[in-house]
């Protein structure tokens, strides 16, 4: 996934509801700032001082501050060295999807797939990284973290569903036994029948497919959607979605009845290097060389 970055220069990148905002500052100041995300500061070297609603906080090397999504807060930032950190922000209704997805049954889940957002409630408090696994997350999202390309090699749907699971565990928004695992066998074929038809989508018409339409037409929320179809086909809709449009590809590219940018938009990808790199990823040769030793 590609991370918004913060520099002593600005921000680069669009500003989405879920997001990751990587930092790498000497010198800022953010004053009377009010959230519409959850926010989780997490900081890898130096240290940020922030002031949330009267409340202050320095989060140094290590450590990670949890933020409501309706927090006012000041941040302020001074040091003659960089200071690098992340910010994941999480949307309500991204966090309760999650806290469904984890605490109702799926007979439940499929009943009920658009249950109205409510606003989850957190302490603000200051955590060390290895006491518990949120923290222990965010040490490998860091270490995932490509600074030439500012991209985190991790699915977006798989971060924030990990995210929004260990920040509810901490926060003790769970109930200590779910009844995910018991589940009625009607309910199961249930299920099963939904995701077959999402999956019959993908496999004939993957290049105008979009997972959260696919969802919908599910009746399923994004976030069960998600989950549900990776565990049944043990492979991430969008890992499936991609491995269909490029056999699409592969197969004009044999034909070698349009040329290279062609096949990459009538096979859904919204741009040329995109395609290149994952065709390249998974055939071991770019279109091009591909097509040529198809003749």
């Given amino acids: 996934m590609i991370c918004n970055t913060l520099t002593n220069d600005g921000m680069v990148g669009p500003v989405l509801p879920n997001r990751i905002t990587y930092s790498n500052v000497s010198q800022y100041d953010l004053r009377k700032y009010s959230s519409a995300t959850y926010g989780v500061k997490y900081v890898v ?26 927090s ?17 922000h999480i949307d309500r209704k991204m966090l309760h999807d999650v806290h469904l997805m984890l605490s109702q049954s799926k007979s439940w889940l499929l ?31 860091a270490q995932k973290f ?28 769970l ?7 018991v589940s009625k066998h009607s309910t199961h074929r249930e299920l099963i029948h939904r995701l077959s038809i999402a999956k019959e989508i993908l496999d004939t018409t993957p290049e105008s497919c979009n997972i959260e339409e696919l969802a919908k037409t599910s009746m399923l929320s994004p976030a069960h959607f998600y989950r549900s179809f990776k565990k049944l086909y043990q492979v ?3 890992q499936y979605l ?3 449009r490029l056999q699409q590809a592969a197969e004009m590219l044999r034909k070698k009845d349009q040329n290279i940018t062609e096949v990459a938009f009538h096979s859904g990808f919204a741009d040329l290097p ?5 065709f390249k990823k998974v055939y071991g040769h770019s279109p091009t060389l591909f097509a040529h030793q198809s003749a």
């Fill in 175 to 181: 109930p200590k036994r779910n009844a995910l695992n």
């Fill in 45 to 70: 070297s130096g240290t940020e001082y922030y002031c949330a609603n009267g409340k202050e906080f320095a989060v140094s090397q290590k450590k990670f501050l949890l933020l409501n999504y309706d």
């Fill in 146 to 173: 490509d600074p030439n390309t500012h991209t985190i090699s991790i699915e977006k749907e798989e971060v924030f569903f990990h995210i929004g699971k260990h920040l509810l565990e901490l926060q003790n928004h």
């Fill in 242 to 244: 991609l491995k269909k």
């Fill in 236 to 238: 991430s809709p969008y």
């Fill in 72 to 88: 006012e807060l000041d941040l302020s930032v001074r040091s003659k060295k960089n200071v690098i950190g992340f910010c994941i």
């Fill in 111 to 141: 009943d009920n797939p658009f249950e109205s957002s409510t606003a989850l409630q957190f302490d603000e408090l200051l955590y060390l990284e290895n006491e518990n696994d949120l923290g222990r997350y965010l040490q490998l999202l």
């Fill in 274 to 278: 995109s395609f290149s790199k994952s």
